[in-house]
């Protein structure tokens, strides 16, 4: 289902700054960051991702998503994107896909003996057609706690939360991520993951997955993003994501 889709995009967004260099997490991985937009500055993310699931596959995009710095350590997010879903004996379907709002608010700034901490609660509007599989039916929300530390050319981030969905046969469920990145010399960060997430619907059975993936910084404003990822447990999922991204 496209459901599962938009809450894997809910997991994702910003950056690490470091000399010469910006290092991402959020976009193009699923675990997030702690770090929201500088103060008065936007991001912009243009992208599309699939899943593929069994006979089926679910791909977002093209898909939008723009972050505000609105006030000190705060980000405010906005997502929204069309959405395709077929396979499973069912025709393909495309149409707008459901709305995304969430709060980036970092609560605790990196030291040498502390990480970075940040909470990022979100709420998923039902504006895709549920019928078609393009949306959940109902608004669900997310509640996660993201943590980053910085040694030297290596960004660690971790964390997770819990997902909360009334549709009918979904499930509420926890998921977490821990995510290595290096930046590979001026232009380059590269980096791995181990994502999980429980059982989402009536039927599944969860998954984690390793995923890898990584940046190409034209400028200080403007990056090439792509990952690809298979699960190692659990259902079967293959994710991909490209993407670019503007800041200014």
């Not at 960004?155 to 909360?164: H, Q, R």
Request: glycine share 14%; with cysteine; charged share 15%.
């Amino acid at each position: 289902m496209i459901g599962k889709v938009s809450k894997i995009l809910l997991l994702a967004v910003c950056l690490n700054l470091v000399p010469a260099l910006r290092t991402f997490a959020g976009p193009p991985f699923l675990t997030d960051d702690p770090d929201p937009t500088d103060y008065q500055h936007f991001e912009a993310y243009f992208f599309t991702t699939g899943d593929h699931v069994g006979n089926s596959y679910n791909i977002n995009g093209p898909a939008a998503e723009l972050d505000y710095g609105a006030f000190p350590d705060t980000q405010l997010t906005f997502d929204i994107g069309v959405a395709t879903a077929a396979g499973g004996g069912l025709p393909s379907a495309s149409g707008f896909g459901d709305l995304a709002f969430s709060v980036k608010y970092r609560f605790l700034h990196e030291t040498n003996g502390w990480p970075e901490l940040a909470v990022f609660p979100g709420l998923t509007l039902p504006s895709g057609d549920a019928n078609r599989d393009l949306g959940n039916g109902r608004p669900t929300y997310h509640l996660p706690l993201w943590a980053q530390k910085s040694f030297v050319s290596w960004t660690v981030d971790a964390g997770g939360g819990v997902f909360l969905n009334p549709a009918p046969g979904e499930r509420d469920y926890p998921y977490g991520g821990l995510l290595l990145q290096r930046d590979c010399g001026k232009h380059l960060s590269l980096g791995g993951e181990l994502f999980a997430q429980g059982q989402d619907a009536d039927g599944d059975h969860g998954y984690a997955a390793l995923n890898f993936g990584g940046s190409y910084h034209f400028s200080d404003h403007f990056s090439l993003q792509a990952s690809a990822g298979r699960s190692v447990i659990g259902d079967k999922h293959t994710l991909w994501y490209f993407g670019l991204y503007w800041t200014w």
